[in-house]
T-cell receptor
Framework: DGGITQSPKYLFRKEGQNVTLSCEQN?????MYWYRQDPGQGLRLIYYSQIVNDFQKGDIAEGYSVSREKKESFPLTVTSAQKNPTAFYLCASSIRGIETQYFGPGTRLLVL | AQRVTQPEKLLSVFKGAPVELKCNYSYSGSPELFWYVQYSRQRLQLLLR??SRESIKGFTADLNKGETSFHLKKPFAQEEDSAMYYCALTSFQKLVFGTGTRLLVSP
């Protein structure tokens, strides 16, 4: 393992609080992705970025925001507008958008 | 719209039995299909992709465009195959995942 890391492993959010999940990769990949994994629903795409300083909404972007200021970093902010944030969040990267995606270990977000 | 369907949430078999995890898709065009696997306490990883035509850990998958299917098969299941399996297709430079099938192989 290695190559793509996520932190923290567990994150607790209070009501009305914004929290940021970290995703870093040293694979020199252009594309990066954020997914949300819920039991019985598979992986759903939140945001993705094909190149630095550019990103697109996925299927469930409401209540989330991202930035891509550096090639190796793609942080995800879960805002207070996300009413059901409890989930397992996975970050992934790929050389280009159509290539195999490599996944991080995930961050579990829980609401206090 | 592009969609991946995995009809079984759970598939339970005995060691040595054949396994088939079903995957159907809807896609206008020529899809690129993948199987990803998530073992307990490990990260999600690629198992195989249809363009490689490889057999990984004894698993194979054939793309059937007529039936729009990409079922994953293994002739003799092993206990270490127990995991969550996701079928996925590439659409506009992003992956669309199915809901996953949990495979449980009992001794």
């Amino acid at each position: 393992d290695g190559g793509i890391t996520q932190s923290p492993k567990y994150l607790f959010r209070k009501e009305g609080q914004n929290v940021t999940l970290s995703c870093e990769q040293n694979l020199n990949h252009d594309a990066m992705y954020w997914y949300r994994q819920d039991p019985g629903q598979g992986l759903r795409l939140i945001y993705y970025s094909q190149i630095v300083n550019d990103f697109q909404k996925g299927d469930i972007a409401e209540g989330y925001s991202v930035s891509r200021e550096k090639k190796e970093s793609f942080p995800l902010t879960v805002t207070s507008a996300q009413k059901n944030p409890t989930a397992f969040y996975l970050c992934a990267s790929s050389i280009r958008g159509i290539e195999t995606q490599y996944f991080g270990p995930g961050t579990r977000l829980l609401v206090l | 719209a592009q969609r991946v369907t995995q009809p079984e949430k759970l598939l339970s078999v005995f060691k040595g039995a054949p396994v088939e995890l079903k995957c159907n898709y809807s896609y206008s065009g020529s899809p690129e299909l993948f199987w990803y696997v998530q073992y307990s306490r490990q990260r999600l990883q690629l198992l195989l992709r249809h363009i490689s035509r490889e057999s990984i850990k004894g698993f194979t998958a054939d793309l059937n465009k007529g039936e729009t299917s990409f079922h994953l098969k293994k002739p003799f299941a092993q206990e270490e195959d127990s995991a969550m399996y996701y079928c996925a297709l590439t659409s506009f430079q992003k992956l669309v995942f199915g809901t996953g099938t949990r495979l449980l192989v009992s001794p």
